[in-house]
């Protein structure tokens, strides 16, 4: 089974190589989503519905905090964009080994060439157990990918939901003061943009968000309970709005995540918040 499967992953690194190199001879250098970022301040931030060219979907919180690159020339930009995801892919298929972390990396390089914020944010779901507030970056791009507060609540873990909430908090009220019009546009956006349908074709269309959230929030607040960190980056994938073989860029967390956990074990927090409810459950049993 295990050869099967490594023989149908070398199938789709062959497909994915001939398309990247089908797209480099008609349209040029890929970037397709960092495009959008880097447009995010050349022009009205949301007009653009989802699946659109150069749309950009996301908080104002996250434009201005890639203000400063966004000034560079677009090839740099684009440049920046790339090599750092290339850099964080890297970093979590590593537990993988060569033998599976080659094809697997290539499978996924179209996503890494596109600019997604895919890859970073598969990154949160390895973090986000140790460092809560990292989960503000999946609230304030792909929304609805924001799984950490899901999973805290089916644990009944407090500490971590109340630094998540705090950090977003702070974020957004630092950028709606500099920006307040900007978040009014945001919001708005959202729900003008609810069922996520705008311009979006294939796997979106055939399965929409409304079928597939519900399922993901479910997955993961099953895990939580059971203590399957995997199911996070799964729920994510059911979870992003548009949904296309490059989401799959997401599940790239799992390896990272198996690993961190047999060096680590739980995190500090859920030691500490478990550790903090003994005593009551010890008085409750007297």
């Known amino acids: 089974m295990r050869r099967i499967l490594y023989v149908a992953l070398w199938v789709i690194v062959a497909r994915v190589v001939f ?32 699946g659109l060219l150069d749309a950009y979907l996301y908080s104002p919180a996250f434009a201005q905090a890639i203000w400063l ?19 964080l892919l890297a970093w979590l298929l590593r537990p993988v080994g060569w033998k599976w972390g080659v094809p697997l990396y290539l499978a996924l390089l179209l996503e890494v060439l596109s600019g997604n914020i895919l890859v970073p944010m598969a990154i949160i779901a390895v973090i986000g157990f140790r460092y809560p507030g990292a989960w503000a970056f999946s609230l304030l791009t792909k929304v609805a990918t924001t799984m950490g507060p899901i999973w805290w609540l089916s644990r009944r873990e407090w500490r971590p939901l109340a630094i ?17 019009e900007l978040w009014v546009q945001w919001v708005q956006f959202l729900r003008l943009h609810a069922s996520g349908v705008d311009g979006q074709v294939g796997p979106t269309r055939m399965i929409p968000l409304i079928y597939r959230a519900p399922i993901g929030v479910a997955l993961v607040s099953y895990g939580a309970r059971r203590d399957w ?7 994510m994938v059911l979870c992003t709005p548009v949904f296309w073989p490059g989401t799959f860029a ?11 956990r047999q060096l680590f074990g739980s995190s500090p927090i859920t030691r500490r918040s478990r550790s903090s409810d003994a005593p009551a459950a010890g008085s409750r049993a007297r």
């Open 19 to 50: 398309v990247i190199a089908r797209t480099l001879a008609q349209h040029g250098p890929i970037g397709l989503d960092a495009h959008a970022y880097w447009l995010a301040w050349r022009g009205p931030m949301y007009t653009a519905g989802p």
């Open 69 to 87: 690159p966004s000034q560079l020339p677009w090839p740099v930009f684009d440049t920046l964009i790339c090599v750092s995801n290339a850099l």
């Open 164 to 180: 998540w909430t705090a950090t977003v908090v702070i974020i957004v009220g630092l950028s709606a003061t500099f920006a307040p």
């Open 229 to 235: 960190r995997w199911t996070i980056p799964v729920g």
């Open 250 to 260: 997401l599940l790239a967390a799992i390896p990272r995540i198996q690993h961190r």
